[in-house]
Nanobody
């Protein structure tokens, strides 16, 4: 059973940076396509960024150029580096791991961007 644990959320001022981490256990990290999603109050969950086959990355238009997703196979961890944060980035951020027959989610970590 794959388990995902996110960390790194918190309160940050507009223009600031945060790095989220998601540790995977119970599976072989390199076999999964990993993604970060977010859900703001009153809105649907949306894809922020994902990394496919360990190298191909995709980003939501709203975060392109500001956020970077990366993975570390040795640490079974995927990261989301978030720079130039805006108030609109405020949301609960969720980690996701996908492969055939598996679609696992973490419990989420709250990111609040506010002055």
């Amino acid at each position: 059973q794959v388990q995902l644990v996110e960390s790194g959320g918190g309160l940050v001022q507009p223009g600031g940076s945060l790095r989220l981490s998601c540790a995977l256990s119970g599976g072989i990290f390199s076999l999964y396509n990993m993604g970060w999603y977010r859900q703001a109050p009153g809105k649907q969950r949306e894809l922020v960024a994902n990394i496919i086959l360990g190298s191909m990355t995709n980003y939501a238009h709203s975060v392109k150029g500001r956020f970077t997703i990366s993975g570390d196979n040795a640490k079974n961890t995927v990261y989301l580096q978030m720079n130039s944060l805006k108030q609109d980035d405020t949301a609960v951020y969720y980690c996701n791991a996908k492969r055939v027959g598996v679609d696992s989610w973490g419990k989420g970590t709250l990111v609040t961007v506010s002055s």
